[in-house]
């Protein structure tokens, strides 16, 4: 099966996922690729017209790459996260 986009991370979004325990850090990358097959709202979804995230609940944690649709090649469709946060549920 062939993933319908392609992701690439921004440095700044890999020094994010660097900063994270082993653990977490795998569930990020295993939802991002499943995003890549799935239609899951839960795991990548639209924020505002030009901004989307890639989510991911792990240990009461909320991580939280945003990301943005990069079309300027017709052929790839490529989706670029810049950046991540992990926000802390209550």
């Known amino acids: 099966m062939k993933p319908k986009f392609g992701v690439e991370l921004m440095p700044e979004a890999i020094e994010f996922l660097e900063t994270l325990k082993d653990k977490a850090r795998e569930k990020i990358y295993y939802n991002i ?36 649709w990069d079309n300027t090649d017709a052929i790839k469709v490529m989706v670029v996260a810049s950046h991540g946060i992990m926000k802390k549920s209550q």
């Open 33 to 68: 690729r499943k995003s890549q097959f799935v239609n899951d709202p839960t795991l990548f979804k639209k924020l505002t017209d030009f901004i989307w995230e890639f989510r991911t609940l792990y240990n009461s944690n909320s991580y939280r790459l945003f990301s943005f």
